[in-house]
């Protein structure tokens, strides 16, 4: 070691704007190597000659332009005859060393003869103070980590020699006995991770490796940055790391920690997948998809490489064990990224560069996992809070229906009825032909059963828990979209949160929860976020407008399927928009896709049109208000269950009117105060509207809360919007003074009010936690395939088959002349005229009679009928089977437009996710941290 020879070998690629600084910088070293020889892959913009001016021709190796680094030095090296004792100094063309580097980097050499690979510490190439890298890791996924934080700079914090597992080809020196004892660079790794499959080679030689931090040069990073065109690989540069990633892994690591890294990485691949394609990135899921298949469909390359790399790894995998990135550092790094993600910060990171921890874990590791400094600043954040305060305060006032969740979730009552099944069940009703439900239909299913169960699927097939969520939690949930869709339009965060709370909190809200009106809870929630994409689009520069037209149109399609009636009040404002603000493409788009994606469905309204007023569920009189006072709907008080008294919404009118008097915003409170009376009008109208339901039975007047909802989101935006000028006022002094005062007092009534009240009187309502069967369990059990069962509610009836049925089973559409033969049936068994009725009973593959609370009347009019034989009877109910076999009834021939109507239902829902953000668009910060 008292005289070692260096060889640096520079290798170029189309890197003419780094290359002279660099050759200046090796050739100007305090300590010069003793050959200085170089290799041009192919370059095209003059590389090749700088080096042969600075080196010698006979010094430089062309080489062709698919050549990767490795290759490269391999070449140069077969043509160069070794020299005992002989260091090997690789340098990019992007990588200028300090005058001092070779110096320091043969003295750490000296200092430790086990140490075969040596590395500087590497800043970057334009601010030379911030660090690069100070020694390189990986967790077991192939995550590369540095050790930094973004953008630290280097202020001696990271100084001595260290051990690492692998450091950097920029600026590498290697013992040359040693790079031929491993092999060298592998050359399948052209480009990526090739330094780190080297280096975890090295240590399972038995040798060292060490980051010299005297040792310094400045890197561009020029490949990595995509700073310059890659012609080593063919793959796409995102791909080939992520692949080269996942392949140096499974390759060096022993065959039991093998096994479960690839368990591991095709799990989070599978859900970076999702998350490049929820952020609207197809591309970046593509290229995840094919590093991975890369991978895992090529079993014999896989094979290969890790039969070349057998020898020391198993030996020299606890050291090297200790080197890798541990596994606290993935949560704390997850925990980071979505701080910068909910702060609106940018990617800070390019692709290879990620930021954990790289020493192994120690003591202080478990001070910094624990820390709760995120946390405090997560929940110290407005939006957080309020939400936090509604779904406490909605926890609260639905305390009796949690409770006697407990006991059995059967989540049911007033419009809901009562949910089973899993997300099979859903899925199964929803693409089937026929269904075989009451008296048999082949409509269309609801379209809102596949978004149920697209949200039963994700959480883990629970169908009541997707509707608990959707239903229970609507409060909290639209105070969020509320806050979060008017940050465009209201820069104030006290009038955002003033505008959520009481949105939140509006009477429609707990009505909707207490009568279980699913379709509402869920346009409550979409409400805002439709009014936020209509200011975008109409506001947006046209690329961002198109954006917003799409997705306006797919949410639009979502409330659709839940309330028909939401898209009627947002046509006939797109209208009115189109002409007085242009956008017509774009508005367009949001009018058209609702009715394309959902045409199967929608078909059946061309006969029934009074159809599109009701909303998802069951449609019973009793839970409707028959005549509303004229001070419910100017308080939008929809009337029926769970409604607190109509001055609970007096300080919003009275704020909304007191916006009348500021006159330098007329637009906004006329665009207000607009769309509250469109939306009070439309209420009126619905309300005195009877619809008969298509599945038949007692006809009803629609429920108003959408369009009172829709009223007062107006008022509430006009309200928040004009807030500033209550702080002028104020400021003012006086009897203005005074007037801010209470009208803000007036204003914040309404949430607080709203909150206090339903609290005390919880749901109050027909929605609870444990709904009966109503199917008897005798008839349940004992009824085969196509048996049905007549069930009894006084004047009424429903045909059930063998269980309860699913959402949107009972509303399904039935034949007025098959209703009105059950009808007549049913009444003719409970008059006593048996014969013939129960013959017509048969016919319709009924085979039991159920009766829900049977009176002593009705009871001996069934058991006095010889066509019936009498099961069981209780308080509750009674069975009776009619003596008559039923009749099989089969489905019929499935209609052969069904399937292709599906796929086209599918692909036209997919196209319309990728247009809502079309590629270009910067990348979700969490999409890249978790990538």
Request: net charge positive.
């Amino acid at each position: 070691m008292s005289a070692p020879v260096v060889t640096a070998i520079v290798v170029a690629h189309d890197g003419a704007r780094w290359l002279g600084e660099t050759l200046q910088a090796v050739l100007r070293q305090s300590r010069p190597a003793d050959r200085v020889v170089g290799a041009d892959n192919g370059s095209r913009d003059g590389s090749a000659e700088l080096l042969e001016h600075a080196l010698g021709q006979g010094n430089v190796l062309r080489l062709p332009r698919s050549t990767g680094f490795g290759a490269a030095v391999s070449e140069v090296l077969g043509k160069l005859k070794a020299v005992p004792g002989e260091w090997i100094w690789l340098i990019h063309d992007d990588c200028a060393p300090d005058p001092h580097a070779l110096r320091h980097l043969l003295m750490a050499a000296e200092r430790d003869p086990a140490a075969a690979v040596l590395g500087p510490k590497l800043r970057d190439w334009l601010d030379r103070r911030l660090l690069l890298e100070v020694g390189v890791t990986v967790d077991r996924r192939g995550r590369r980590d540095t050790g930094l934080e973004p953008r630290e700079y280097d202020q001696g914090q990271h100084d001595g020699d260290r051990d690492v597992l692998a450091v950097s080809t920029a600026g590498m020196l290697v013992r040359r006995d040693v790079w031929e004892e491993v092999g060298g660079v592998d050359h399948a790794l052209a480009l990526f991770r090739d330094d780190l499959d080297l280096c975890w080679r090295v240590r399972n030689a038995g040798h060292r490796v060490v980051n010299v931090r005297r040792a310094v040069a400045y890197h561009a990073e020029a490949a990595a940055r995509r700073r310059r065109r890659i012609t080593a690989s063919g793959d796409h540069p995102r791909r080939l790391d992520r692949r080269n990633a996942m392949f140096v892994v499974m390759a060096n690591l022993p065959f039991a920690a093998m096994l479960r890294a690839l368990a591991r990485n095709v799990a989070g691949s599978t859900f970076r997948v999702l998350l490049f394609l929820v952020a609207k990135q197809p591309a970046n899921a593509w290229d995840e998809v094919a590093a991975v298949g890369s991978v895992v469909l090529h079993p014999g390359r896989m094979i290969s490489a890790r039969r070349r790399r057998r020898n020391g790894r198993k030996q020299g995998y606890p050291a090297v064990k200790r080197l890798l990135t541990p596994p606290g550092a993935g949560y704390r790094r997850l925990r980071d990224l979505v701080q910068g993600f909910l702060a609106g910060e940018g990617p800070v990171e390019s692709a290879g560069r990620h930021h954990a921890v790289v020493a192994p874990p120690s003591e202080d590791d478990e001070v910094i996992l624990d820390d709760s400094g995120f946390l405090r600043r997560f929940l110290s954040r407005p939006g957080v809070l309020l939400t936090l305060a509604l779904t406490l305060v909605a926890l609260a006032a639905e305390r009796h229906v949690l409770g006697s969740l407990a006991g059995g979730p059967s989540l049911g009552g007033g419009a809901l009825v009562p949910v089973v099944g899993d997300a099979s069940d859903l899925w199964r009703f929803y693409l089937e032909g026929f269904h075989d439900s009451g008296l048999g239909s082949t409509a269309w299913a609801p379209p809102y059963v596949a978004v149920v169960a697209a949200l039963s699927s994700l959480l883990l097939g629970k169908t009541w828990v997707a509707v608990a969520v959707l239903l229970l939690g609507s409060v909290p949930l639209a105070g969020a979209s509320a806050y979060l869709a008017t940050r465009k339009m209201v820069p104030a965060v006290s009038a955002r949160i003033w505008l959520a709370a009481t949105y939140a909190l509006l009477p429609v809200a707990t009505g909707a929860v207490a009568a279980g009106r699913l379709g509402t809870a869920v346009v409550f929630v979409l409400l805002p976020v439709y009014a936020g994409l209509g200011v975008q689009l109409l506001s947006a520069e046209p690329r961002r407008a198109r954006r917003a037209g799409w997705g306006l149109g797919l949410l639009l399609a979502v409330g659709t399927a839940f309330a028909p009636l939401v898209y009627v009040l947002l046509a006939v404002l797109g209208v009115l928009a189109m002409i007085a603000f242009g956008r017509v493409r774009q508005l367009a788009t949001a009018l058209v896709v609702p009715p394309v994606l959902l045409y199967p469905w929608l078909r059946g309204f061309a006969d029934h049109p009074g159809l599109l007023l009701l909303e998802a569920g069951l449609h019973r009189p009793e839970l409707i208000d028959p005549a509303l006072p004229p001070h419910s709907f100017l308080t939008f008080s929809p009337g029926g269950p769970g409604l607190p008294p109509f001055w609970i919404t007096a300080g919003l009118i009275v704020t909304a009117l007191a916006a009348l008097l500021f006159r330098r915003q007329r637009m906004i409170v006329a665009i207000g105060w607009g769309i509250a009376v469109y939306g009070v009008l439309v209420a009126i109208l619905v309300s005195r509207i009877t619809v008969t339901p298509a599945a038949g039975g007692a006809a009803a007047r629609a429920w108003p809360g959408i369009p009172l909802a829709f009223a007062a989101t107006g008022l509430l935006v006009l309200v928040a919007l004009t807030a500033h000028r209550l702080a002028e006022l104020r400021a003012a002094g006086g009897l203005r003074r005074l007037c801010a005062v209470g009208v803000v007092a007036l204003a914040f009534s309404t949430p607080v009010l709203g909150a206090a009240f339903w609290i005390a009187d919880g749901t109050r309502g027909p929605l609870s936690g444990s709904t009966p069967d109503p199917v008897p369990a005798i008839a349940g059990a004992g009824s085969p395939e196509g048996l049905r069962t007549l069930l009894l509610r006084g004047h009424e009836f429903t045909v059930l088959h063998r269980r309860t049925p699913l959402l949107g089973e009972a509303e399904l559409p039935v034949t007025q002349a098959a209703r009105e033969q059950v009808a007549r049936a049913a009444a003719g068994l409970v008059a006593g005229r048996g014969g013939a009725d129960a013959a017509t009973l048969a016919k319709l593959g009924i085979a039991y009679v159920a009766v829900s609370h049977p009176t002593a009347e009705m009871t001996k009019a069934l058991d006095s009928q010889p066509q019936l034989v009498h099961l069981s009877l209780s308080e509750t109910e009674g069975l009776w089977r009619l003596v008559e076999p039923p009749a099989r009834v089969g489905p019929p021939a499935d209609d052969p437009l069904r399937a292709p109507m599906l796929w086209a239902q599918a692909v036209l829902t997919l196209l319309a996710l990728v247009l809502a953000a079309p590629g270009a668009r910067t990348a979700d910060p969490l999409v890249v941290a978790v990538a």
